[in-house]
């Protein structure tokens, strides 16, 4: 740890995140709720309060006093559990989130930070991989046909595209040797040189293929439209959380929100330089300002994508992980990687370009293999599965 | 007792009591549940002795990616399909005790081996932490290790993960490899008990909105929800009362 | 604190408080709220039919699949991860190693896209 903050200050930053995060939350269903009013030329929620800024406190109290309803079937245990594991693994994803460094507040010097530790990228994909138990868990124990078939929808989904969301950011991790959130914040705030201007060297200038793959695999590993095919309700009525009600129902709504909230947080600080921004070295607020600004620019392209797209189909969904975006985030790797050697000891020579060109002709071989030779694929006939 | 041994014993108590909750528990996804935190616990106590990347592998490799693939298998498997859980054959049992016992030898020399004779890998935990933190950190110590000494394990790894990529084609998709033979597949189940999601209750039949059976008509027992049946494999005839 | 240090007590505290708050509202909730259990509200979701379909309904072993080439891509990425930070250091060798392993793993990928894997139909 950088400074000796003692733990009860760290808890209290966290806490207070934490709070942030679910009041947050609470209006980024209201932010929805406006855009996509706008982006449907209608006025969304406009009777509680003024703009109906109210709103999302009425629809907690409300949700607070409706019946919480167990099937009778259900497995009681794993019934009650399940929402609150999707619920706090997406909160505690944002300790690893840096606001900033250490500033002082009331004469005392705190950390804009919650923790710093040296896996910090891992731990947001660690504790997203434990979100699918969630629902997983919620999804079987519910005892319902769509329940099931929507958890493990989502399950094969998030999984399939958390391959992608971590290869993406390999690139990053080459380029800053590290993956401790606040050393690659460090590493972009490093100034590029481009002829007279000199601008702050964002990871988005360097890896703008890993970028879009993010994005993409951002909005399918949070369950989002139009990636939301676990809770398609044209054919699973409202997929895995179909047999949940009242509160119980909106923790894996409040998960569903808070986790977009963080990878968005995450985003910004991976590609868009944080807290970095003009005068974020002078003033820490500024800083704040600046990451949420990107945060909210995110949250936008959100609900944009959901107002805009219509719904994949499953086979589309799963298609689109392993048959395009895969083999990009390995050729993202690989082109990353050799450019950054390149940059370290100069144009490789000699033997270095045998095998490089073997290489090549190798993954040509691999690929003309892969289109031109008799596929059994998608067009094998249904008639094999004979009794 | 310094506050980070009353954690580890905490942490450890918790994995032993969620390991035994494995092998008791009696519904196959509760015994996944309890894997789910034994594992969880395994990261904690690898946080402890400071291997943090070896921890969030753990957590994503173990809890993230194998165990979910555990749960996929147990709700495709008809619970029926399998032997009984804790009725296994006395061979079974007897081998499974052994190996157990052998694990626990095991384990014990290790721990013997390095707490009696007093072996360390490292001899000076302060040198180790002095090392770790001047390459940058515990992923960068491990990978240097890794991707110098142990070179040609890493790249047998790969042939290994293939072997398994094709090892699960040919299990689940054996049609696709030109085998005509026929198999029951795609069958999950909810690993409820029989039964025991059946629709309504046989109960008064006003306070449903539904139309119950109508009165006078055959009353099937075992609910009669049982005998009406959608949405089958139109290549297999429905089997009744199967079992 | 030696090699345990705050950083990570800090998240073990995080998760705890996270979970008491998530038990609060619950509890909160089983206050407030009235709860009338009956056989209907107990029956599981049918679109308002009685659930008749067989109690076992069948799912695709594809997702299988899909689990284990997870399993296998996710073990890739893991070794990737202490590679790409150490890039640097390694240099071409490490480059070089990891286009090996790369480019094995890809048999195995083109394999499972050629035997149809990947389709989901």
């Known amino acids: ?208 293929l890993a970028f879009i793959i993010f994005l993409i695999a951002a909005v399918a590993e949070t ?165 | 007792m310094p506050w980070d041994v009353i954690i580890f014993y905490m942490i450890g108590a918790v994995c032993v009591l969620s390991a035994a909750g494995v092998v008791v528990a009696n519904n196959p996804v509760h015994s996944a549940i309890f894997l789910v935190l034994c594992f969880f616990n395994v990261a904690a106590i690898f946080v402890m002795l400071g291997a943090e990347f070896l921890a969030v592998a753990q957590i994503i490799v173990y809890t993230g990616a194998i165990l979910v693939l555990v749960l996929f298998v147990l709700m495709l498997v008809d619970p029926d399909d399998l032997p009984e859980f804790h009725a296994a054959r006395p061979v079974q049992r007897y081998v499974g005790l052994l190996l157990g016992l052998i694990l626990l030898l095991e384990v014990g020399v290790a721990i013997l081996d390095r707490s009696v004779v007093g072996r360390r890998a490292v001899a000076d935990q302060q040198e180790f932490t002095q090392i770790v933190d001047l390459v940058g950190g515990n992923t960068q110590a491990l990978g240097r290790t890794l991707y110098t000494q142990y070179l040609l394990p890493f790249e047998v790894i790969s042939l290994v993960l293939t072997v398994g990529v094709i090892g699960a084609i040919v299990l689940a998709l054996p049609e696709r490899l030109g085998e005509r033979l026929y198999r029951r597949r795609g069958t ?8 025991t999601d059946l629709a309504l209750p046989a109960g008064p039949v006003g306070e449903s909105p539904i139309a119950g059976p109508t009165p006078g008509a055959e009353v099937v027992p075992g609910g009669y929800g049982r005998r009406l049946i959608m949405a089958r494999d139109p290549n297999e005839q429905p089997v009744i009362g199967r079992r | 604190m030696q090699v345990f240090g705050e950083n990570w007590l800090v998240v073990g505290l995080m998760t705890i408080s996270a979970f008491a708050m998530g038990m609060t509202l619950l509890i909160l909730n089983w206050i407030v709220a009235p709860s009338k259990p009956s056989p209907v509200k107990g029956a599981p979701y049918e679109s308002g039919v009685p659930d008749v379909s067989p109690v076992r309904p069948r799912y695709t072993p594809r997702f299988y699949v899909v689990a284990m080439l997870f399993v296998i891509f996710d073990i890739e990425a893991i070794f990737i991860y202490p590679w790409a930070v150490n890039f640097d250091v390694l240099s071409r060798y490490g480059f070089l190693a990891m286009v090996i392993f790369i480019f094995l793993l890809l048999d195995g990928y083109i394999y499972a896209w050629k035997k149809g894997a990947l389709e989901w139909v």
């Open chain 2, 188 to 195: 999950i189940s909810l690993g409820h008990p029989r039964g």
């Open chain 1, 223 to 387: 369950n989002r439209a139009p990636f939301d095919l676990p809770e398609a309700e044209t054919e699973l009525v409202s997929g895995f959380h179909t047999e949940y009600s009242a509160f119980r129902f909106s923790f894996y709504f409040l998960g569903e929100y808070i986790s977009m909230i963080v990878v968005s947080l995450f985003a910004s600080t991976l590609f868009l330089g944080g807290t970095d921004g003009p005068g974020s070295d002078r003033y820490w607020g500024l800083g704040v300002l600046w990451l949420l600004a990107k945060t909210i620019l995110f949250l936008f392209f959100y609900v944009w994508l959901r107002a805009t797209l219509p719904r994949f189909r499953f086979d589309q969904l799963m298609g689109v992980a392993w048959k395009v975006l895969l083999p990009l985030v390995l050729v993202n790797i690989v082109i990353t990687s050799f450019i950054r050697l390149a940059a370290n000891e100069g144009i490789p020579t000699g033997w270095w370009w045998v095998i490089g060109a073997g290489g090549a002709v190798l993954l040509v071989i691999l690929v003309v293999q892969l289109f031109t030779s008799e596929r059994e694929s998608s067009a094998a006939p249904a008639t094999v599965r004979q009794p």
């Open chain 1, 1 to 208: 740890m950088e400074n000796d903050q003692p733990l009860w200050l760290t808890f209290i930053v966290a806490f207070v995140l934490m709070n942030v995060l679910l009041v947050g939350m609470a209006y980024m269903t209201w932010f929805e709720r406006k855009v996509i009013g706008a982006f449907q030329d209608r006025l969304g929620p406009t009777r509680t309060g003024p703009a109906g800024l109210l709103q999302p406190i009425a629809d907690g109290i409300k949700l607070l006093g409706k019946e919480d309803l167990i099937p009778r079937a259900a497995d009681k245990v794993v019934f009650y559990f399940a929402p609150l594991i999707v619920f706090v693994t997406a909160i505690v994803g944002v300790a690893v989130i840096p606001f900033g460094g250490t500033v002082e507040i009331f004469g005392r010097d705190v950390n804009l930070f919650i923790t710093d530790i040296n896996v910090g990228a891992l731990f947001i994909f660690a504790f997203s991989g434990i979100g699918v138990y969630g629902i997983i868990l919620g999804a079987w124990s519910s005892a319902n046909r769509y329940s099931l078939l929507g958890g493990l929808r989502s399950a094969a989904q998030v999984v399939s595209y958390e391959i992608i969301l971590g290869l993406s950011l390999v690139g990053i991790f080459i380029l800053s040797g590290s993956l401790n959130l606040r050393d690659i914040l460090a590493r972009q705030q490093e100034p590029l040189e481009l002829g007279p201007l000199e601008i702050s060297n964002w990871f988005i200038l360097s890896q703008p």
